[in-house]
């Protein structure tokens, strides 16, 4: 057994683990105790990064370099030389007929930085075309340009730290508690410490964080300009302006004031659906503090105006002086592991190595020099959202996408349905072969992912840290900067630039590319030339600037009052209250706003392997207000369609509490791998941010209608490990099988339930429940051998169903036309119970379990498998939260589900 310390792969918290492995196996994941994003802290997501890595996940995996000779054929199996061969001539020709800009990469914020900055410096330097963009514009773009616009420089200005020392903290726009989990633990150390320190949550949902908070402002979506000007327009009203502040380190505070003028708490209280009482106590807190801090994301972000949103809040800090002193300042938190790292050299179309801006011609020439280069182009590249336009009209022939599921991800999936289809050349540099964006992939080319690599990420709070390889990759992957630096020497020669592209690309690791881009940092606002890879791993995460003869990094910036703008001064942005891409209409009357859950992340290729990440929420859920669901008169888990002006889909509806009337929620995780259509972004719009280009994806108007048709289907199969440990059968091929079926029905859900026997469960409703099929998926689930499995056909009602006991265990169920016993079946599956006792029961239409067996509900604590019923119980039975946590241990490992437990002892005791 050996050890190795790296970094979380999922969100930008950015948390150490230490990987534990063997004869080239993970075996398991603990926190780090020694880094401090975490201090060995690690949510249910990066507890269980091990399982996503287990043994039976490699059926997920690209393994083989895999091309197709044409868009009808199967992708087929083919070395590497043929397949970069393949890639470099293609987008030769395409260079050389129709110019560089008719060529496109899409990256990531999961690539390290190694891997972004090969990427740029073949975009940028060797093909000559700013068409480079990654996922990080869907997630932090405004942030960037926010922080550009108001203080000079893409940098958040905070550290984890400040959250032990504020007294003031703002949260808006993000659900902490379920997105950043290890972020919101430091939270709650603080508050505990601090009695004194205020919580205020701005969402328009009541959250496990808003549960939280001293004050909890409702607000409608996309109206966050209105209030932070309201609060502004009560600080000045109050006289809570810190004007020595302002006068000595900003400028253009005079503008601002005559706007916001305008925006009394009154006005303000109309447009965001807010008592203006509460807009009046949000001001006095943030103003009158000793010290406050925001942490945002992308519920400001993800807006047609998410840059304002970001500068109207910074405007509140500049004005009171709430920046530059320990607990003070707005700070951004990251939704990916590396978007950091990816701004820091250049990752977007509209950006260059270290921090530079395309558009400064300066900036281009530095680069340029660096790189030896004549030029780098000035035209600015396609924008995510542009580049998936310019597909679809084939002003973009060939794409590069790597790392990335914008099948999944991207907003208005119709168009990125057209997009990838219309496009003459699709290459998918993946770690896994199963993802919505592969079945577009012309070439496949595997790479390693969490676990195998070796490179660089950088957090949140602009710390960097080591990200290591524990086990090889499997099968033929290599790691992105490997293929990208043999891609370039390829293509050079095509393209008669065999030398430049030796010269560019010599490389023979990671740490040679690090070197260089740290190198591009001297002199600039990111400056880390005094770090190393040894000093990295020698000393763990170091916050960047560095310079070189530093002896640490700066835990926070802007405390002398110096901003990095022409004047020195920090910039008051003259922002005013805009209607978001979509307002309700009597067409669609709805506000839906989509977000994260606790135990998912973002599009599911690796989160949605680990079965028990399933428990806490198994299937995208409609969250909808008593009101609205009886007014349509729906119930819980009755079949809704939702639909926008761009598209549908067909999911399950649930009450929820934490919803205003008029407003609902959809998870964005689901894409059309899970579920039936294209997935829940295809709702979304793909209006986008003038200055950050980023889209609306977080916003959409909808109508919500009940959906009865067809016919429903339930099939699930369970599996158990064999003598040797190995999963039979193995639930990501069962998983595999079962999936080309979801595209033949408006409601589809395809899941995981349980733990170490986990069952796939495929859950449909539609017209198409023909006699093929149903052999097909009785083959799927090895219920073809009629002398194995128990039968029940009623061919007048349409109702067939079938089931089979291996031993003493209900191994597989199929029920077509008549499902209500799906739900305790599952159960019985899951829990491994006895099926002898209810065999007479399993193909009867009993909606609850034959006496002796119950449903348990959801699973709170992942950790330790304690599921809601039993909490519940618990606390109406008069039990404390201390004393279910001594006799249950739920909640004493990550953390993850107090929010959750102290909310259902509080709904309880109401
Ligand atoms: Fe990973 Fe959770 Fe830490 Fe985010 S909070 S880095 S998902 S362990």
């Not at 996408?401 to 997009?419: K, R, V, Y």
């Not at 009052?561 to 009597?586: D, K, Q, W, Y």
Request: hydrophobic residues 40%; proline residues 6%.
């Amino acid at each position: 057994m050996a050890e190795t310390k790296s970094t979380c792969c999922y969100c930008g918290v950015g948390c150490g683990v230490v990987i534990e492995h063997e004869a080239g196996r993970i075996t398991s994941v603990k926190g780090d105790p020694d880094h401090p994003a975490n201090f060995g802290r690690l949510c249910t997501k990066g507890a269980t990064l091990h399982l996503s890595a287990a043994p039976e996940t490699l059926a997920t995996r690209a393994l083989y370099p895999e091309q197709r000779a044409s868009r009808d054929e199967p992708l087929q199996r083919v070395s590497w030389d043929t397949a970069l061969d393949t890639a470099a001539e293609k987008f030769a020709a395409i260079i050389k007929e129709h110019g560089p800009d008719a060529v496109a990469i899409y990256g990531a914020g999961q690539l390290l930085t190694e891997d972004y900055y090969v990427f740029n410096k073949l975009m940028k330097g060797l093909i000559g075309s700013n068409n480079l963009d990654t996922n990080s514009r869907l997630c932090m773009s405004s942030a960037v340009a926010g922080y550009k616009l108001s203080l000079g420089a893409d940098a958040p200005p905070c550290s984890y730290e400040d959250i032990a020392h504020t007294k003031a903290l703002f949260i808006t726009g993000s659900n902490t508690a379920f997105a950043h989990p290890i972020a919101f633990r430091r939270v709650e150390d603080a508050r505990k410490a601090n009695p004194d320190m205020k919580l205020v949550v701005i969402d328009p949902r009541r959250t496990d964080t808003a549960e939280a908070a001293d004050l909890h402002l409702a607000l409608l979506p996309g109206t966050d300009i209105a209030l932070y000007n309201a609060m502004l327009h009560v600080m000045l009203w109050e006289g809570w302006i810190n004007r020595d502040y302002v006068e000595a380190h900003t400028e253009g505070f005079d503008a601002l004031k005559k706007i916001v003028r305008e925006y009394s708490p009154a006005m303000a209280a109309t447009i965001c659906g807010l008592d203006k009482k509460a807009i009046e106590q949000a001001a006095q807190l943030f103003a009158t503090s000793p010290a406050t801090m925001s942490m945002y994301c992308q519920g400001l972000n993800q807006f047609s105006f998410g840059t304002h949103n970001n500068s109207a809040l910074i405007n509140l800090h500049l004005a009171t002086g709430q920046i530059g002193k320990p607990g003070a300042g707005p700070f951004s938190l990251t939704g990916q592991p590396n978007a950091m790292g990816g701004r820091e050299v250049g990752g977007l179309a509209n950006l260059l190595s270290a921090h530079r801006d395309m558009a400064n011609p300066a900036h281009r020439a530095e680069v340029a020099a660096l790189w030896g280069i004549d030029s780098v182009p000035e035209a600015p590249g396609k924008s995510a959202v542009e580049l998936f336009q310019a597909l679809k009209s084939g002003e973009v022939k060939a794409v590069w996408i790597a790392c990335t599921n914008p099948a999944q991800s991207m907003p208005d999936q119709t168009l990125i349905d057209e997009a990838l289809k219309t496009a003459e050349f699709v290459i998918v540099q993946e770690a896994f072969g199963h993802t919505e964006t592969c079945r577009y992939a012309d070439l496949l080319l595997p790479a390693s992912t969490w676990g195998e690599k070796d490179g660089t990420v950088t957090n949140s709070e602009r710390a960097i840290s080591r990200v290591r390889s524990a086990v090889p990759a499997p099968g033929e992957a290599r790691h992105d900067w490997a293929i990208v630096v043999d891609f370039a020497r390829r293509l050079g020669a095509h393209l008669g630039k065999r030398e430049l592209a030796a010269r560019m690309f010599p490389y023979a690791s990671p740490e040679e590319i690090w070197n260089e881009h740290r190198e591009s940092t001297r002199g600039r606002d990111l400056d880390i030339t005094g770090l190393s890879y040894a000093l990295l791993e020698n000393t763990g995460p170091q916050q960047w600037p560095f310079p070189e003869g530093a002896g640490h990094g700066k835990v926070r910036l802007y405390e002398d009052g110096l901003f990095p703008t022409p004047s020195g001064r920090a910039r008051f942005v003259v922002t005013e209250h805009r209607i978001t891409a979509e307002s309700p209409s009597a067409r669609y009357p709805l506000h839906l706003n989509t977000g994260r859950l606790r135990d998912q992340w973002h599009g599911m290729s690796r989160t949605g392997l680990v079965a028990r990440l399933y428990s806490h929420e198994a299937e995208p859920l409609l969250h909808m207000h008593k009101d609205d669901m009886e007014r349509r008169k729906l119930g819980d888990g009755d079949l809704v369609k939702v639909k926008s002006k761009r598209g549908s889909v067909v999911v399950k509806a649930q009450q929820s509490t934490s919803l205003r009337p008029g407003q609902c929620f959809l998870p964005m995780h689901w894409g059309g791998n899970a579920m039936g259509g294209l997935g829940i972004n295809v709702l979304l719009p793909g209006d986008f941010d003038p200055y950050s280009k980023q889209p609306e994806l977080k916003h959409a108007a909808v109508q919500v209608e009940k959906y009865s048709a067809g016919k429903s289907l339930v099939a699930m199969r369970r599996s158990e490990a064999d003598a040797d440990g190995k999963l039979q059968p193995n639930p990501h091929e069962v998983m595999a099988r079962l999936r080309q079926w979801l595209p033949r029905f408006p409601y589809a859900s395809l899941t995981l339930a349980g733990r170490s026997a986990p069952v796939v469960v495929l859950k449909a409703r539609g017209d198409d429940l023909a006699p093929e099929l149903i052999e097909a998926l009785d083959r799927d689930l090895s219920l073809d051998d009629p002398t194995q499995v128990l039968s029940y056909q009623d061919s007048r009602r349409d109702i067939a169903k079938r089931a089979r006991v291996d031993g003493d265990s209900l191994s597989a169920v199929r029920l077509a036309g008549e499902t209500k016993a799906a739900e305790w079946l599952a159960d019985l599956m899951v829990q491994g119970h006895s099926a002898t006792a209810v065999r007479p029961w399993l193909l009867a239409p009993l909606t609850q379990p034959p006496a002796g067996q119950s449903a348990r509900g959801k699973v709170i604590c992942n950790c330790f498998d304690v599921a809601e019923d039993e909490i519940v119980e618990a606390f109406r039975a008069g039990e404390s939260l201390d004393g279910l946590q001594a006799r249950t241990r739920c909640g004493t490992n990550c953390g993850s589900c107090v929010p959750e437990l102290k909310r259902l002892r509080q709904s309880v005791n109401h």
